[in-house]
């Protein structure tokens, strides 16, 4: 890839794009946690399991569901991204998402057609709803009590469905299902396991392992609504075991058509309002990671203290794909440890990432977390996956 703005900007947000971003994608996964007790049900091959997926036509649903995240975040970086509040201060939907990263959140979940999908997040007496009706996007923090609005005509014409369900966190639970599967690939073994109850529903249960080693992902679980195909919950597993990554699902679920109602807002009397602006982000390394821009430190690891950036290469594919990004560092961390006038910000996140590693690429720090994983050499590059620290290293001796 040549070397441009975009690489550059892409090089600068690697490490917590990776962390919160991939963790936040997981997050949204929206749907719940089983009864004891598998019910008995008719058994069905991982094929025909996928194909009920697929034929699964639900389009109107509401409910409740808990998503549940345990990134096994760094103190600091988890202080960054909320301590598991999603509400208070800006209410762009984009200044959430990280915070969604970290702890147990409460959801309120209405969908009807591609046109209307509401997600309200309850955290004690406070709530963030998320709105898409029509042509609008509606943010509201009660706590704050500010409104954030963005008018996007596409999606009025039906044009701009997959850029607001991005927004809304990928709210469609058969749109989930298809992207993991299609995801998955010959890198991944498809199965059937136990039956499940999901929020009072029988339900399948599709498992999904990687076939390969070095990654952080031991398995994902779908459970399956066995009459209308819709997955209610999503488990994201570690191969080094514990409770789950991710844990996500419905707790309560109706399939009727929600009230017309349910979706329409008005401003609260003086709330302010932010106007969002419908076409940024559109290069994929903006708007959608706002906030993160001054994750404290990273910017001086990465580069942005003189750095040129440089070029993004994928390395391996399936679950132990990882991403190398050559930065172009102003300054390596060996320099920036020991020089007394770099920023506070930047000691702080050196002291946030894990033990010294070293090589045959040199030395280097790692940013762990349960999942996503980042290697930041002293030489400015910066190795990032779903894969364990021995496999960031080994990139690095093999891709120096």
Request: proline fraction near 4%; charge should be neutral; charged fraction near 25%.
């Amino acid at each position: 890839m040549a070397t441009n703005a975009k690489t550059r900007k892409a090089a600068r947000y690697a490490v917590p794009v990776a962390v919160a971003g991939v963790a936040a994608a997981t997050v949204a996964m929206v749907p719940a946690f089983a009864n004891s007790g598998g019910p008995d049900l008719q058994k069905v091959t991982a094929q025909q399991l996928i194909e009920k997926i697929a034929a699964s036509d639900v389009q109107q649903l509401s409910g409740s569901a808990k998503i549940s995240t345990d990134l096994g975040l760094p103190k600091l970086a988890s202080g960054l991204l909320g301590g598991g509040g999603v509400s208070g201060g800006s209410a762009n939907p984009e200044d959430k998402i990280a915070q969604l990263a970290n702890g147990s959140h409460t959801v309120r979940v209405a969908a009807d057609g591609p046109d209307r999908q509401k997600l309200t997040f309850v955290d004690g007496k406070d709530e963030y709803s998320l709105i898409h009706n029509g042509a609008d996007v509606w943010g509201y923090d009660s706590k704050a009590n500010e409104v954030w609005h963005e008018k996007n005509p596409e999606a009025a014409a039906g044009k701009g469905e997959k850029k607001t369900a991005d927004r809304l966190g990928g709210a469609s639970p058969q749109q989930l299902a298809q992207d993991v599967l299609k995801a998955a690939g010959p890198t991944t073994d498809v199965s059937v396991g136990e039956t499940a109850q999901v929020a009072g529903r029988d339900a399948y249960q599709l498992v999904l392992k990687p076939k390969q080693s070095g990654t952080t992902v031991g398995s994902v679980k779908i459970a399956v609504d066995a009459k209308n195909g819709v997955p209610l919950r999503v488990q994201l597993l570690a191969a080094e075991g514990g409770k789950p990554i991710v844990d996500a699902g419905f707790t309560k679920v109706d399939f009727a058509k929600p009230s017309a109602d349910t979706f329409a807002f008005t401003a609260p009397k003086g709330a302010k309002v932010t106007e969002g602006a419908a076409e940024a982000g559109k290069d994929g390394h903006g708007k959608e990671f706002k906030g993160l821009d001054s994750f404290p430190g990273l910017d001086a690891l990465t580069g942005g203290m003189g750095g040129k950036g440089g070029e993004t290469k994928v390395l391996g594919e399936g679950w132990a794909t990882i991403a190398r990004i050559d930065t172009g560092a102003g300054k390596s961390l060996k320099e920036l440890e020991n020089d007394k006038d770099a920023p506070k910000e930047a000691k702080q996140f050196l002291d946030s990432l894990g033990g010294k590693v070293n090589g045959t690429f040199g030395e280097g720090r790692v940013f762990k977390t349960r999942l996503v994983n980042a290697l930041i050499t002293d030489d400015g590059k910066v190795y990032v996956g779903a894969v364990t620290k021995d496999a960031l290293v080994r990139a690095a001796d093999a891709n120096k």
